[in-house]
């Protein structure tokens, strides 16, 4: 029955892990972007 914990954990901690690094490529990408952005290019 420990199998079944171990593997709840496993795919609790691979689904933080993932959204970790989406987080960490969203902020670099957004990084990129800002300088490659203008005045006029700014929607606000």
Same mark, same amino acid.
């Given at each position: 029955? *420990? !199998?079944? =914990? %171990?593997?709840?954990? /496993? !795919? #609790? /901690?691979?689904?933080? =892990? !993932? !959204?970790?690094?989406?987080?960490? #490529?969203?902020?670099?990408?957004? @990084?990129? @972007? &800002?300088?490659? *952005? %203008?005045? *006029? &290019?700014? *929607?606000?």
């Amino acid at each position: 029955m *420990e !199998a079944i =914990g %171990d593997i709840i954990i /496993s !795919a #609790y /901690s691979l689904c933080w =892990g !993932a !959204a970790f690094v989406i987080l960490i #490529y969203l902020v670099f990408r957004r @990084i990129e @972007i &800002k300088k490659t *952005e %203008d005045f *006029e &290019k700014r *929607e606000n």
